[in-house]
């Protein structure tokens, strides 16, 4: 009962509200943008849809992790820093906030320069992939629109980021919420109007257009202070996230595999309409896994602030607490998930487009691997270290060559057999890895 209690009084957390709003809106939209999109594209169509979504997620190469360690390193600088929401300053000692200033023209540089090459490497990526299928189906401007469209939203999810970094989450939430929202909507529209591939690219310049313009309004002054505050000192950023950064390249490239892998090798493999039934159910999946893994997510920084301040019982204490919520609400949505998929007017709509229920099951429980994994890796990442690239290595390694193997020689419904079998051999390892480094880093002999 008392950890029940805690449940419901940490949802009026201004955070935590504002957060799970944001999902929530998610919850309820998007699983209509699910549903208009087997609707109103062509089968053909649906596989283009979600082959964009996977080789634009290319941007992980982009990222390469920045945006976690930049998150990370904004935390530590904001351990001893205030942010007065009445001022709408940055308070503290003068010392500290040059460094966080330092820190944010650190990161524009950075972020343009690279986005700025990314761009083109994605568009040629796709533009080559795409042009070896004569399928009838128009895409090149839709492809080009969508590829500047990605670029823009993940700069200004960097801003966000970075104001999530200082522990700013009921603002930032409630930016996401509004653009997110939006998106949605505008996307649905689209998709009911005909306009097929343009529904990708077209709602995304919306809500980075949204995001830009809300951040502006609510951390005018803090924005204005950091692009304006005096350096006394040179702090040389790249030094120190250069050799981090190169750990957790291997690591989100790793990712990107276990992840992503399977629209373009489905495509390849089966065509564009198996694709967008295998794109359908990683949809649904990681929108149940993004819900429940909210909790992490707000676990960041403050792990991280703990970590700046010795604080090991805390961050014990964060982990077990929000690793308990993420599971729990992860389980409910999944339940969620088969339970609506019963109903006879969904069932005909959601499995008619999808695979099936074993596919989702292996997938499902797929994720709640992925979920301990990235737990226990934001717990140690937050002493500004990465323990965990080989471990994401052989991740990425065993499931890519399990899918790759599953693909030619058995049925598309366990072409998600590989990433479960991956996580049955990783989770006990990445445990191990954990108490292991926790004891090293804190002395700490106690079980948490």
Partial sequence: MNAVKRFICSLKDPDVFFTFLNYIVKIFLNPVIVVFIPIF????????????????????????????IMTQYVAHECAFLTYDKGKKIFLGSSERIERLASLFRFVIRWVGMILAIASGVIFTIGFVMFS????????????????????????????????????????????????????????????????GLYALGIPLLVKAGIVYVMLNRKFQKALRQLRTCPLTVEVRWIDEFLPLLGRYAVSWISGYFITQIYNPLTFARFG???????????????????????????????????EEKKDWAGMDRTLKRNLSYSAVTYGMGIMAVFVLGNI???????????????????????????????????YLRAHKREPFMVLSVCSGVISSC???????????????????LDYVVIVPYGVYLWRKYRRLWHGAKEKI
């Avoid at 990683?282 to 997510?297: C, D, E, G, K, R």
């Fill in 272 to 306: 564009s309409i198996a694709a967008g039934k295998v794109g359908y159910c990683l949809s649904i999946i990681q929108a149940v896994y993004s819900v429940a893994n909210v909790w992490i997510v707000l676990a960041t920084p403050r792990m991280n602030m703990l």
């Fill in 132 to 195: 070896g299928y004569t399928e009838g189906v128009s895409w090149k401007i839709q492809w080009a629109l969508y590829v500047g469209s990605t670029i823009l939203n993940f700069a200004a999810e960097i801003e966000l980021a970075f104001f999530e970094g200082c522990n700013q989450f009921a603002i930032t939430q409630k930016i996401r919420t509004v653009a997110g929202g939006i998106y949605c909507i505008v996307t649905i529209l689209l998709l009911a109007a005909g306009m």
């Fill in 41 to 68: 594209l062509q089968e053909d169509v649906q596989g283009y849809w979600y082959t964009f979504g996977s080789i634009a997620a290319l941007t992980n190469y982009a990222d390469l992790g920045f945006t976690a």
């Fill in 402 to 420: 399990i899918t790759v193997l599953l693909a030619y020689t058995a049925e598309i419904d366990f072409i998600f057999l590989g990433m479960l």
């Fill in 344 to 378: 006879p007017v969904l069932e005909s709509i959601l499995w008619m487009r999808m695979l099936s229920k074993t596919a989702v099951l292996i997938l499902s429980t797929a994720y709640l691997g992925s979920m301990v994994i990235n737990a226990l890796a934001v």
